[in-house]
């Protein structure tokens, strides 16, 4: 029998400043499991509206005191700041040619639940071209090729500061602990078990959780140059392949998965030369959004965030111009879908992994991040989740009319 669900609208005094309402509404989730669905007051911010799953009168005002609590201290350790757009283009009055939901039905994209998606011949081909097509970006601005491993050990990711930041979208990895009875007595009851429960294995079994998946590429470019004095005044670097998020129950559809494909573009060297890159670096990624035909603006924007430090660190990017977002608009409640990133992260790596310039100092990075299911999202709502009938030179910046 499935649990009731009741509404409950949770009133904010003072209302929450416009900037925090998306990552609030997307960061609720995690204050509660039984948290079903929520709404933050886009308009206003003076309410926060809940979709509860079988909670009782008492759960109910415990539940309430958590979620205010969180949002008091999430707006208490908030800098305050305005969104700027340094630049939009393309008509996105032109509308959608597909829903998001005609994209999931479309017959080459297999959805499997959770967050995973395949893509059969058809799209894994747009793919492998829309790929290409930042291979070539990345080789014209002279970024040459890592291989990088999709795992990251704790250790690893505690220096990259990232475990106390961003807990909420960790996911970690382990297996049995070395031990034949327990390794024997599991194999045995998934033979005789034929249900999902049967087969988890008991906590008590596992080894200790010592790896977790990547939450994004650059974290293995820093150990790449660890100790390293940079020959020249820019380093650049490119890898991609599948990152992980435990996005709750925001995640939905092709534009927020649980497994993602991310191509980075990362730069080490002089502060100045890497601000330069990356605003060079917006400035080429424009101009082939313009050539795949999809409108978009640029943004200042912010990682997300759930814990009081991680917050703050947020909206230190926003009030720095540290992140900037591409986003493309996209028939969603924000009515935009973030598809790119461009971020400065001053000194903050490479003081880690003692990379220094190759005047001695320590070095700055950024990266550029393209979320590449969100690029294919964007492509199909927008031309269509017919490939074929996609508009010529978008088809020719695919390279796909050979
Ligand atoms: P970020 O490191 O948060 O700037 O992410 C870089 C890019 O990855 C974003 O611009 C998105 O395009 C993509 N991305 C991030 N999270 C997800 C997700 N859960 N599902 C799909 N793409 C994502
Ligand atoms: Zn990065």
């Given at each position: 029998m499935s649990a009731t669900l009741r509404s409950e609208r949770i009133a904010l005094d003072p209302p929450l400043p416009a900037a925090l309402r998306r990552d609030v509404e997307q960061g609720v989730y995690y204050c509660s499991d039984l948290?079903?669905?929520?709404?933050?007051?886009?308009?206003?911010?003076?309410?926060?509206?809940?979709?509860?799953?079988?909670?009782?009168?008492?759960?109910?005002?415990?539940?309430?005191?958590?979620?205010?609590?969180?949002?008091?201290?999430?707006?208490?350790?908030?800098?305050?700041?305005?969104?700027?757009?340094?630049?939009?283009?393309?008509?996105?009055?032109?509308?959608?040619?597909?829903?998001?939901?005609?994209?999931?039905?479309?017959?080459?994209?297999?959805?499997?639940?959770?967050?995973?998606?395949?893509?059969?011949?058809?799209?894994?081909?747009?793919?492998?071209?829309?790929?290409?097509?930042?291979?070539?970006?990345?080789?014209?601005?002279?970024?040459?090729?890592?291989?990088?491993p999709?795992?990251?050990?704790?250790?690893?990711?505690?220096?990259?500061?990232?475990?106390?930041?961003?807990?909420?979208?960790?996911?970690?990895?382990?297996?049995?602990?070395?031990?034949?009875?327990?390794?024997?007595?599991?194999a045995e009851a998934c033979r005789r078990g034929d249900t999902e429960s049967a087969c988890a294995p008991p906590a008590q079994d596992m080894s200790s959780f010592r790896r977790m998946l990547r939450p994004a590429i650059c974290y293995h470019v820093y150990p790449c140059f660890e100790g390293e004095q940079l020959a020249g005044d820019l380093r650049l670097v490119h890898a991609w392949g599948d990152c992980f998020r435990y996005e709750s129950r925001n995640t939905t559809g092709l534009d927020r998965l649980f497994d993602f494909r991310m191509y980075e573009v990362v730069a080490l060297g002089s502060a100045d030369a890497v601000h330069r890159w990356r605003s060079g670096m917006m400035e080429r990624v424009v101009e082939r959004f313009e050539a795949l035909g999809l409108p978009g603006r640029l943004k200042t924007s912010n990682d997300p965030f759930f814990v009081s430090g991680s917050v703050?660190?947020?909206?230190?990017?926003?009030?720095?111009?540290?992140?900037?977002?591409?986003?493309?608009?996209?028939?969603?409640?924000?009515?935009?879908?973030?598809?790119?990133?461009?971020?400065e992260h001053q000194d903050f790596f490479a003081s880690r992994f003692g990379i220094t310039t190759r005047d001695g100092e320590v070095a700055s990075s950024g990266c550029s991040a393209f979320g590449l299911d969100r690029i294919l999202a964007a492509l199909l709502v927008h031309h269509g989740t017919d490939v074929n009938a996609w508009p010529a030179p978008t088809r020719q910046t695919l390279g796909l009319n050979t």
């Open positions: 948290i079903a669905d929520a709404r933050v007051d886009r308009a206003a911010g003076a309410w926060i509206e809940l979709d509860l799953l079988g909670v009782s009168d008492a759960e109910l005002s415990d539940l309430t005191r958590v979620v205010r609590d969180w949002v008091e201290r999430t707006v208490a350790s908030s800098l305050a700041y305005e969104d700027t757009i340094a630049r939009e283009w393309g008509r996105p009055e032109a509308g959608f040619r597909a829903t998001p939901e005609q994209v999931l039905a479309s017959a080459d994209l297999h959805s499997m639940g959770e967050g995973l998606v395949a893509y059969g011949p058809r799209l894994a081909s747009v793919f492998g071209a829309l790929r290409e097509l930042w291979d070539r970006l990345a080789a014209e601005v002279g970024a040459t090729p890592l291989v990088l999709a795992v990251a050990t704790l250790e690893h990711m505690q220096r990259c500061d990232f475990l106390r930041q961003f807990p909420q979208l960790l996911s970690f990895v382990t297996h049995f602990r070395e031990d034949f009875g327990v390794i024997d007595r599991y703050l660190k947020s909206t230190f990017q926003r009030a720095h111009d540290l992140k900037y977002e591409l986003e493309v608009p996209f028939p969603n409640r924000e009515g935009h879908l973030a598809v790119a990133s461009f971020n």
